[in-house]
């Protein structure tokens, strides 16, 4: 079982800044991809930004310039960094974790969610 921790939501105003950390813990044989992603009271959770084990990067189009989803070289923890912040922003932003248990298992596991609140 992979269990993941997220830290550094809060509440900022518009055009503030936030760093977001992630961190995987459990039976993880090899990390295939991890990402943020996000839900808003009434809306369906969409991805925000994502990084795969090659260190290629995908982000929503409503975040990019804006947000940088990084790793280290072990791919744990993820970090992303959320500048110019705008109140559409707020959310319960979630981590993402997908990869590999053993040699056949995998596994797609979920934060627990992290508030991030932006007054205007």
């Known amino acids: 079982q992979v269990q993941l921790v997220e830290s550094g939501g809060g509440l900022v105003q518009t055009g503030g800044s936030l760093r977001l950390s992630c961190a995987a813990s459990?039976?993880?044989?090899?990390?295939?991809?991890m990402g943020w992603y996000r839900q808003a009271p009434g809306q369906e959770r969409e991805l925000v930004a994502a990084?795969?084990?090659?260190?290629?990067?995908t982000y929503a189009d409503s975040v990019k310039g804006r947000f940088t989803i990084s790793r280290d070289n072990a791919m744990n923890p993820v970090y992303l960094q959320m500048n110019n912040l705008k109140p559409e922003d707020t959310a319960v932003y979630y981590c993402?974790?997908?990869?590999?248990?053993?040699?056949?298992?995998?596994?797609?596991?979920w934060g627990q969610g992290t508030q991030v609140t932006v007054g205007s």
């Open positions: 993402n974790a997908r990869g590999y248990s053993d040699y056949k298992n995998s596994f797609d596991s």
């Open positions: 459990g039976s993880i044989f090899r990390l295939v991809a």
């Open positions: 990084v795969n084990a090659g260190g290629a990067t």
